[in-house]
């Protein structure tokens, strides 16, 4: 079974500033994907970015990007230039493309992540 | 475009009663996946469903159950509620295959007491 470990329960960083996200995961798999998900107050969690493991080039998206070490199977999140809009729960999320497997995401615990003006 | 919608938003209920969660799922979307909540914690998979039929299911008792209809929308149902039931319940909503994107409701807020 597969595991995602994100130990941070809680991070705050400047308004401008950089914060990276820690997450972990544990797999025998060799094809999968990974993502960071978003959860605000409002509860609608909206994906942020995706990674393929076959893919060794990290994930970007605008401010977000991701760096995606698959031997140490670690996948942590780069937020720059933190908006207070970017003020909510992120989660770490792992699905399989084992052929036959669903579509099925394991989520890690979560990070709350505050953003001071 | 509609994007995935449930009902109720929020609910409460009293230990060993029966309640139905719903998840209307994004236009041209097929495949429909239900998730628990804890308070504080990630989403827990509950199963899926594709064209009415369940594909997969994750560590939940047989009380948790479900339905998919033909438009796709779909249905959670929790017999004999307990209080560790108290939570979110997310649905998500993709077309099948494992490209692409799933998308996922606002939930409903399930307080069992």
């Known amino acids: 079974a597969q595991t995602v470990t994100q130990s941070q329960p809680e991070m705050s960083v400047q308004e401008a500033e950089t914060v990276t996200l820690s997450c972990t995961y544990d797999?025998?798999?060799?094809?999968?994907?990974l993502f960071w998900y978003k959860q605000p107050p409002s509860r609608q969690m909206i994906l942020v970015i995706r990674q393929e493991a076959y893919k060794q080039q990290n994930a970007t998206e605008n401010r977000f990007s991701v760096n995606f070490q698959k031997a140490a199977k670690s996948f942590s999140l780069k937020i720059s230039d933190s908006q207070l809009g970017d003020a909510a729960m992120y989660f770490c999320?792992?699905?399989?493309?084992?052929?036959?497997?669903?579509?099925?995401?394991?989520f890690g615990k979560g990070i709350t992540l505050s953003v001071r003006p | 475009e509609t994007g995935v919608t449930q009902s109720p938003t929020h609910l409460i209920k009293t230990r060993g009663q029966q309640v139905t969660l719903r998840c209307s799922s994004q236009?041209?979307?097929?495949?429909v996946s239900w998730y628990q909540q804890a308070l504080g914690q990630g989403p827990q998979f509950i199963f899926q469903y594709y064209r009415e039929e369940e594909n997969g299911r994750g560590n939940f008792p047989p009380r948790f159950s479900g339905l998919q209809f033909p438009n796709y929308s779909s249905e959670l149902n929790v017999n004999a509620l307990e209080l560790d039931d108290s939570a979110l319940y997310l649905c998500?909503?993709?077309?099948?295959?494992?490209?692409?994107?799933?998308?996922f409701g606002p939930g409903t807020r399930l307080t069992v007491t």
């Open positions: 999320a792992y699905r399989s493309r084992r052929r036959g497997a669903n579509s099925k995401l394991t």
């Open positions: 236009s041209g979307h097929n495949t």
């Open positions: 797999t025998s798999e060799s094809d999968y994907y």
């Open positions: 998500a909503s993709s077309p099948f295959g494992d490209s692409y994107e799933q998308y």
